[in-house]
Structures are given as C-alpha cells and as structure tokens.
C-alpha cells in the first residue's frame, strides 16, 4: 500500500512527495526559552549545578534515575562534573529548567540527535527531579521546547523515545501528544543492561492543532482556585487527533 504522502516517478515507482522550498534548518540557538511557570536556561554548572543536585536528592530512592545512562549521583561534586561534562554542548543541547515562581533549576532536559538537514529533533534526557514531576511547569517545559522545534525553527519531526519498559515515559508521550511509531528491539546497553527502545514522534502538520491543546491546558482559566485541572492534557490532545 502506497502511504498518503508519496507519488510515482517516471519509472513507475512510488516515491516521496517533493517537499517545495525546502531547505536545511537552523541549529537551536544556545538561549532562555520563557514560559508563564517556567524558564529554559543553558545549562551551567555555576548557576545551576547545586541546585539541581539538592532538588534531585529529594527522590531518595532514585527512582528518577533507572531509565537514565547514567545517575544517580554520590556526590555534589560529582553532580557538577556531569554539568561540565554536558553544559556548553550543541548535540545534546541541555537545559535547566527553573520555576518561575522559585528561580531555582528543578529539572533538566536537553534536545539532541539534531539534524538541521531534514529537520528533526528528539526531546531526552528528561531528568525532573520531584519538585517538578506533575506540574504545570513540567508540562510547559516539553510545550517550550515543542514550540522552539516547529514554530522558530520550522522543523518537520518532533521525537520522544523511551526505554519500552518505562510505562510513565510511555504515557507522557502520549499525554504530550506524541504517536508511538514502533520499538527497536536490542537496541543498546544501559548500565549492563539490554534496552528495547520505543519511538514516538509529532510532525510539523499535526503541531498547531497540538500547540493549542498545550495552550488551552496551560490557560488559566483551565485551574480552579485550589490549582486542580478542569480538563486534562490528554483529553485535549486526544481531541486534537480525531
């Protein structure tokens, strides 16, 4: 079966569809991305280092940690030569995320396998700490990123992948509106261990009826007085698709 968007060339073969006007993209530029809760800074281990490391430690079990390459961590100082490891890079670009209300970086997250070619970006390395799980400003943290993608940037693809075992990865990606494409079965070792790797994506036709999903969740008007969700994101995005 020929899929929507292809064609057939001279010799009878099915094709993509030429894409008009297309050209290589911009690189994500190294600077603060703001929201009503929240902020994106680069990630730097002077400004943002210790208090990370003091938000993480609240997760005394390490639970945040599992899924990730790498963590947790001994050690403050250890903490922050992991910050200087990653802080500065372009491919993965890290940020802090730092509530607006506090100023303190409580999560980060990063943006990575860039390919200013085709367009394409995947969100990793989500590491939110417990004061950040389950916020408004968790969820406007993936929307900032998401809007820097397609809205500044003009890319096509959108990615989220996740360790197939990690259902509360999983289910973030489709609350965020991700579809799920399919799982990579061996695809790499993590920490001694084999990983199945799930992949999700969002493309440039299916962002603005999502971007106003993640705005009207976002909205005020979408919390009552004692803070609660009148609608949930994964309704609005559900919506959005049918």
Known sequence: MIGAMSAINDLGQPVGDCILGWSPRQAPPNEVLSGKWCRLEPLDPARHAEALFRANASD??????????YGPFASAAAYRDWVEQMGGRQDPLFFAVVEAAGDSAVGVLALQRIEVASGSAEVAH???????????AATEAVFLVASLVFDELGYRRFEWKCDALNAPSRRAA????????????QAVVVKGRNRD???????????????????????PDNFDQGGQQRIALSQLTAQDRT
Do not use: C, H, N
Request: net charge positive; glycine share 8%.
């Open 197 to 219: 790797t799930a992949w999700f994506s969002i493309i440039d036709s299916e962002w603005p009826r999502l971007k106003r999903a993640y705005e009207a969740w976002l909205s």
């Open 126 to 136: 989500v590491a939110f700490s417990p004061a950040l799980q389950g916020t408004t």
């Open 174 to 185: 489709g609350r965020f509106g991700f579809l799920y494409e399919g799982t990579f079965r």
């Open 60 to 69: 005394k079990t390490g639970r945040m940690w599992t899924y990730l390459p």
